[in-house]
């Protein structure tokens, strides 16, 4: 369906990519992964034809219909839900006006084929409309009960974001190119999207953090590489790509120590022959023979032309070696990615007692509680993962546990020893004025201290000076946690912790907590996540929550 070849992109002196070729056709499900600025958003955009490629082109099918979801992507706040997804999908009541509209303008000028060629798409897309198929787009998003009359910019940002890919794939598109379609998804709603896409008779592109998604979703993975600055191609899912990797990674170790190991042998026997050298001329010049001077300079100039000949091999082998490891032969050194060090040493111990919810009622309104006679124990070192439908009360619950939103009855019952920290989806700890280094600053002596600290969470270079407004979500998100470290808590509140961070962060924000020995009370979507990190889960449904022990973890969550 189409073909990407050699391009290549850069901004300023940077270069995201170079020689990028692949192809996508029918039936195709490809995920493309790697860290956030590494170019992904870019090479989508420059196929969805929103963006030039400085070389290299792209071969694509004659008509081929592209289903561009953007991140971000700002409708008209305005307009009414139902006329939106009216012109998506093809409504004739709705798409009436711009019919007539394309007719005028047509019977002025029957020859201007863009004219006609929107007219006829618009045609199309109405007599292949189908209410049954759109209705099941907008309920397995959760949409179907928003009202039709209500403006855009009334939805909260998830349902934005759910309307946004719902008028993708209401276009009947032939090609999908999704950047992070599975933000702002609960579980439901991805299982539902993983079912749709693998009855979809298109290709697809997919851009996606979540593991889990990308696992059931997609049948190859395109890695990029911000080293190489290249894509590279690995069959199967995102687990069979990263077994993969780590084994290249594993074969790239083996021959760097076995390169290493004979880069010494050569640099010792060089060191050695050149020694032999500088013997052989000292011996020449300390030498006596009697007193016959003919023999005398005979001998010597007899050990000076060995010492050279010795000396000149010694220099070949210089040679040899520096053109050695200068050459692209030389295997480099495997990359390392940089680990996000908690240092909780100083936190105070947790008692016997965390935390316990009496009878808790949570909600914004007492006539319409979002939970009721909540009455649960979280029991100190536990790993507690909050997730059900959008909507149902989770960000509710924390805010109340936190102490940011009165409970409507009951009451939440802390620790004498307990100190919250707590990560909001919004981040709203962070004061966008200020710089990494002035939030974290008080806590250390001087300056050098504080950028160190700050290292630990991967801000290097000028990033610590940088304004937070300027930072991106994963930035933000590490700077926040290491807001709550610095603050020495012991019992974390986290709402979608991991929502905007690329998978490589991820993996560092998992193995950071993995070491964390307080207690976590986490709000998360992400299977990949829950399976591995939750020693509990509460799910939480029409005003309850059923919770499990790890045993059960995954026998809920699929009920759910």
Request: hydrophobic share 40%; charged share 25%; proline share 4%.
């Amino acid at each position: 369906m189409f073909t990407v070849h050699q391009l290549a992109k850069s901004f300023a002196l940077t270069t995201l990519f170079k020689n990028v070729t692949f192809s996508i056709n029918s039936g195709d499900r490809a995920g493309l992964v790697g860290p956030n600025g590494c170019g992904k958003t870019t090479l989508l955009r420059i196929i969805a034809g929103q963006e030039q490629p400085d070389s290299g082109h792209i071969a694509r099918d004659a008509g081929l219909r592209i289903g561009y979801l953007p991140q971000g992507f700002v409708l008209d706040g305005q307009t009414a839900v139902a006329e939106v997804i009216g012109r998506a999908s093809g409504d004739a009541a709705i798409l009436e006006a711009e019919l007539l509209t394309l007719a005028h303008g047509l019977s002025r000028q029957p020859d201007d084929a863009r004219l006609q060629s929107r007219y006829d798409a618009l045609l199309q897309r109405i007599s292949t409309a189908d209410t049954g198929r759109a209705a099941s787009i907008l309920a397995g998003l959760g949409l179907d009960a928003v009202p039709g009359d209500l403006p855009v910019k009334r939805l909260s940002g998830g349902q934005k974001t759910r309307l946004n890919l719902a008028l993708v794939l209401l276009q009947d598109p032939q090609i999908l190119l999704l950047d992070e379609p599975t933000n702002h998804l609960d579980i439901a709603m991805l299982e539902w999207l993983e079912d749709w896409l693998a009855g979809f008779a298109g290709g697809a592109l997919i851009v996606s953090h979540d593991r889990t998604f990308l696992d059931r979703a997609v049948t190859r993975i395109l890695a990029m590489d911000p080293l190489l600055q290249e894509v590279r191609e690995y069959p199967g899912s995102y687990t069979d790509y990263k077994e993969q990797v780590d084994l290249e990674r594993e074969k790239q170790w083996t021959a760097y120590r076995d390169q290493q190991q004979e880069i010494r042998r050569v640099k010792q026997d060089i060191a050695r022959v050149k020694a032999q050298a500088e013997h052989t001329e000292r011996q020449a010049s300390s030498v006596r023979i009697g007193g016959d001077k003919m023999k005398l300079k005979g001998y010597k100039d007899y050990q000076q032309s060995i010492a050279k000949k010795v000396a000149k091999k010694s220099k070949a082998r210089e040679r040899k070696l520096e053109r050695y490891l200068d050459s692209e032969d030389r295997v480099q050194r495997p990359t390392s990615s940089r680990n996000i060090k908690l240092d909780f040493a100083a936190m105070p111990h947790l008692g016997r007692s965390v935390l316990r919810l009496k009878e808790l009622r949570v909600g914004y309104d007492e006539a319409r509680p979002l939970l009721c006679d909540l009455s649960l124990d979280v029991r100190p070192g536990a790993r507690i993962v909050l997730t059900g439908p959008n909507g149902s009360g989770k960000t509710t619950l924390l805010r109340t546990i936190a102490g940011r939103l009165p409970a409507l009855a009951g009451e939440v019952e802390q620790g004498p020893s307990v100190q919250l920290g707590f990560m909001t989806q919004e981040q709203t700890g962070i004061d966008p004025a200020l710089t990494p280094l002035q939030m974290i600053r008080p806590a250390f002596a001087n300056d050098t201290a504080a950028r160190t600290f700050l290292s630990y969470f991967l801000f290097t270079g000028d990033e610590p000076l940088r304004t937070n407004s300027s930072l991106s979500y994963g930035q933000r998100a590490r700077l926040s946690l290491a807001q709550m470290v610095v603050a020495g808590c012991n019992v974390l509140l986290l709402d979608e912790p991991i929502n905007h961070l690329d998978i490589p962060s991820r993996e560092q924000f998992e193995r950071a907590l993995s070491g964390f020995e307080g207690t976590v009370l986490a709000v998360v979507h992400d299977r990949y996540f829950i399976e591995r990190f939750a020693s509990e889960v509460w799910w939480v449904e029409e005003g309850n929550i059923m919770h499990a022990t790890t045993e059960k973890s995954c026998c809920l969550l699929h009920s759910g």
